[in-house]
């Protein structure tokens, strides 16, 4: 295992924790997106069903409104 002897060695990694602290903070930028772009689309399906509900409920009683006024 490694041993640092202090924060400033763990932080530069023996030279290579430009590297290191680089590829974490891809990862977990890479992680981030994959949990919230779902959650996101997700969001936006659901107000394009709401508004294609409500045009269906709208064109609905417009026609009901058409045919009993007939």
Known sequence: MFRFE??????????????VW???????IALAWLVISPLVRRKQFMK?????QQ???ARQQSTDTNSTSS
């Open 6 to 19: 202090n924060i400033n060695d763990f932080i530069q990694m023996g030279g290579h924790g430009y590297y």
């Open 22 to 28: 680089s590829a974490y903070l891809i990862s977990l």
């Open 48 to 52: 394009e069903i709401a508004r294609q």
């Open 55 to 57: 045009r269906e409920r």
